[in-house]
């Protein structure tokens, strides 16, 4: 990250100096959630490209980490499930965006009667190196920040995650990805890598980094669209097509036959049968879709069932399946 960490620095603090309400597509909050009000300052500030928020991760005052505050919107969400002293901790390398942070949070806690400053707590650290003790983490979050690392850095960064995570814990993650190659003068321009323009990965190698580190359930949530870099605009002959994907990552065991990621295909039983038993721990019950990892629908399909539907991906993931 050396090579880009000076500018990625000082975007973000002209960024925490001066609210830049166009530096990222999102910038209205992404739950609406009862008695929670979100300053207006944390909205323009909002640099994500999706959400890390999500209410079923978020059980039990969990002890949850973010790395990359930015004006603290997200903080703020997570610790409306907290609810604990130091119950969320912030971690960013930029001072301005830190102190910036902290004084949304302060205008947050005039807003929510709910809400207490000390629910959260900021340090100042880099993803490669968090200053948080191992295992000590529930859930772990970052929205667009790990597509700005190198490749070498960002499996620092998902390593040190994983470290911190209790077992079975969840890192949350929001970021641009493209299928499309990107080329060398926009992928090496640090400006562009701060801007959440020219770092994405495909999909596939996004995914590979994160179970090379380790974690064994994967879940692919959604994807939607989020840039296009154009010729002309841009160094590039052709159209660049962004998409912005979210991802949980679970820290479970790692299968002796690979990890476990969902991406949104589902299994459908349409026999004479009440039911179907793969006899691998997958039952599918006449005509009712079940969700299935990418490696259980690619077993039930070389099954070559006539009565066995599999769907496509869908790219989007909600729970409630098998592996």
Not at 15 to 24: R, S, T
Not at 196 to 208: A, E
Request: charged share 25%; net charge negative; glycine share 8%.
């Amino acid at each position: 990250m050396s090579q880009y960490l000076d500018t990625t620095v000082d975007v973000y603090k002209q960024a925490a100096l001066k609210p830049d309400v166009g530096l990222c597509c999102t910038t209205t909050p992404i739950w609406q959630l009862p008695g929670l009000e979100i300053p207006r300052i944390m909205q323009e500030m909002n640099y994500g490209c999706g959400s890390t928020v999500h209410p079923r991760d978020l059980v039990r005052q969990p002890r949850i980490l973010y790395v990359g505050v930015g004006g603290g919107m997200e903080v703020l969400q997570f610790a409306y499930f907290s609810r604990q002293a130091a119950g969320v901790v912030g971690v960013d390398v930029v001072d301005e965006m830190l102190d910036a942070c902290d004084k949304n949070l302060y205008e947050a806690e005039k807003l929510n009667p709910w809400f207490k400053r000390d629910f959260v707590t900021l340090k100042k650290g880099t993803a490669l190196d968090l200053p948080v003790e191992d295992n000590s983490i529930d859930v772990a979050a970052q929205n667009c920040l790990f597509n700005i690392f190198t490749q070498e850095d960002l499996q620092k960064a998902l390593k040190e995650i994983y470290r911190v995570l209790k077992p079975h814990g969840r890192l949350v993650l929001s970021d641009p990805i493209s299928e499309d190659p990107i080329p060398d003068q926009l992928r090496n321009d640090p400006k562009l890598r701060a801007l959440c323009l020219s770092g994405s990965l495909t999909l596939k190698d996004y995914l590979r980094m994160i179970t090379d580190a380790g974690f064994g359930t994967v879940e692919v949530r959604a994807k939607r669209p989020y840039r296009v870099l154009a010729p002309g605009q841009y160094d590039t002959e052709k159209l660049i097509y962004l998409e912005s994907v979210e991802i949980c990552a679970i820290k479970d065991p790692m299968p002796a036959d690979g990890p476990c990621i969902f991406t949104g295909k589902a299994a459908i039983y349409y026999g004479e049968e009440e039911y179907f038993d793969d006899k691998a721990g997958h039952i599918l019950l006449q005509n009712q879709p079940l969700s299935v990892c990418d490696k259980t629908a690619n077993a039930i399909a070389s099954l070559n069932r006539p009565d066995i539907f599999i769907s496509e991906s869908t790219y989007f993931y909600d729970g409630g399946g098998c592996c």
